[in-house]
């Protein structure tokens, strides 16, 4: 079981999961961005009521997804399982292995996921992405690219963990060229989180970017993965602002230039992220339900894991961006109990 402390903008994660603790934590991240949840933990939290709750729901003929929604969508992830270990302690039961057993599909899907530790989380999701053939390039990049050197130690140990492997031999033997040294570079965790800037080295650096990239033939991707995965959050964002001062254009367009495939979406996904998070989000979720079908194994991802951390913001970026709100949307694209669950996690009523 682990702990979160959870206030707007911070997050800390203990955990303590089969593997050595260590601390997932949010705060201090970026702290140009705020960040507002829609999920808090609970301030009169019992439980044990909660596990009587679930337990009760799951009694008998016929289950009662509206009490199982209404528990565990209110409830912080930390306070999931500590009901988890309540209702084995009553009942000498398993609650995930009781709530498969009474769910089905992307319902199921959906509360298993929200009944993770976060960590194994993303160990599974990354370890899904690389498993098999092919590989989910989309998952690293939203993963790698936007997480703090604090949140990948952590990831880095519940795979290490989970799957006997450390991941980044396993990033390695599912990616190649530019993008493998990107992955690498950022799973290796190393980025300065000061706060401190510095305009002249700024200059620098966009000199530098410029003169391996538009300023040559070919490009010199080295130093883009150097300057993108090793400088702070307001270092780059006057990076970005000198970079567009002397070229006359954003940092976006000379990656669109220099890469394509899966470097340009990682490159862009580091970039983006760090300008404004919640949009990246925000444009990942539309993703996940635009067009034929829904990915859903994506939406759940999104869903569940930025809920308690900056859902606020998002929801007000993909009004923002896509003219319609994200309760529609997920409205448009999903049903059932499922659709009712996603809702109350983003803050949002079923109706």
């Known amino acids: 079981?682990?702990?979160r402390n959870n206030q707007n903008n911070?997050?800390?994660?203990?955990?303590?999961?089969?593997?050595?603790?260590?601390?997932?934590?949010?705060?201090?991240?970026?702290?140009?961005?705020?960040?507002?949840?829609?999920?808090?933990?609970?301030?009169?939290?019992?439980p044990r009521a909660d596990a009587e709750v679930l337990r009760k729901a799951m009694k008998g003929?016929?289950?009662d997804e509206k009490a199982i929604i209404n528990v565990l969508s209110k409830r912080s992830n930390a306070q999931r399982l500590q009901i988890a270990v309540e209702f084995k302690t009553?009942?000498?039961?398993?609650?995930?292995?009781?709530?498969?057993?009474?769910?089905?599909?992307?319902?199921?899907?959906?509360?298993?996921?929200?009944?993770t530790p976060l960590p194994e989380f993303y160990a599974k999701e990354l370890h899904d992405a690389m498993s098999g053939l092919g590989t989910d390039e989309d998952v690293l990049i939203e993963v790698l690219c936007t997480m703090s050197n604090n949140e990948i130690r952590v990831i880095r140990q519940a795979y290490h963990s989970m799957y006997h492997k450390p991941l980044e031999s396993d990033l390695k033997g599912d990616t190649a060229g530019?993008?493998?040294?990107?992955?690498?570079?950022?799973?290796?965790?190393?980025?300065?989180?000061?706060?401190?800037?510095?305009?002249?080295?700024?200059?620098a650096d966009a000199q530098a970017l410029l003169r391996a990239g538009e300023l040559r033939f070919g490009t010199d991707e080295s130093t883009f993965n150097m300057v993108l995965c090793q400088r702070n959050y307001g270092q780059l964002q006057l990076i970005f602002q000198e970079y567009a001062r002397i070229t006359g254009h954003d940092i976006e367009q000379a990656i669109k230039n220099e890469f394509s495939g899966d470097a340009e979406?990682?490159?862009?996904?580091?970039?983006?992220?760090?300008k404004n998070q919640a949009a990246f989000f925000a444009k990942q979720l539309n993703k996940s339900m635009k067009g034929l079908g829904t990915n859903d194994r994506q939406l759940i991802r999104l869903v569940v894991t930025r809920c308690e951390v900056d859902m606020v913001e998002v929801k007000r970026e993909y009004q923002a961006k896509f003219g319609e709100s994200l309760a529609d949307a997920i409205k448009g694209d999903t049903s059932g109990h499922y659709k009712k669950c996603l809702l109350a996690l983003i803050g949002e009523p079923a109706s």
Do not use: W
């Not at 009553?90 to 995930?96: A, E, N, S």
């Not at 690498?184 to 300065?192: E, G, I, K, Q, T």
């Not at 979406?265 to 760090?274: Q, Y």
């Open 1 to 3: 079981m682990y702990q």
């Open 10 to 46: 911070m997050r800390g994660v203990v955990i303590s999961t089969g593997y050595k603790s260590g601390t997932m934590s949010h705060s201090g991240y970026n702290p140009y961005q705020q960040r507002t949840p829609t999920v808090v933990p609970a301030s009169s939290f019992n």
């Open 61 to 63: 003929f016929g289950t």
């Open 90 to 115: 009553l009942y000498g039961k398993d609650l995930i292995k009781d709530l498969k057993s009474e769910l089905s599909g992307n319902f199921e899907n959906l509360v298993v996921a929200m009944m």
């Open 178 to 203: 530019t993008f493998k040294r990107l992955m690498v570079s950022l799973c290796n965790a190393c980025r300065d989180e000061s706060t401190i800037v510095n305009p002249q080295s700024a200059q």
């Open 265 to 274: 979406d990682g490159f862009l996904a580091v970039i983006r992220s760090i």
